[in-house]
């Protein structure tokens, strides 16, 4: 929550926290993916089946390369 009182950076610290910016990436990638499957599909898939398959089979490599990135 905010505390709406305008000031300069009040809510920055989330924006700018690497937990959030990871959150938003993955949240990239299900979205690509969830277009993705669904023009396979010829009909919207929605979110929830797209976050399932996303997890199951791309997680996990998704998540091993971004560490290998961030140690670069």
Do not use: C
Request: proline share 1%; glycine share 6%.
């Amino acid at each position: 929550m905010s505390n709406n009182s305008g000031q300069p950076g009040d809510d920055e610290w989330v924006k700018n926290s690497s937990l959030y910016r990871e959150f938003l990436a993955e949240r990239e990638e299900i979205m690509k993916h969830k277009w993705i499957e669904s023009e396979k599909a010829q009909h919207d898939i929605g979110f929830e089946r797209a976050l399932t398959d996303w997890i199951v089979k791309h997680r996990a490599k998704w998540r091993k390369s971004r560490q290998i990135q961030g140690q670069n």
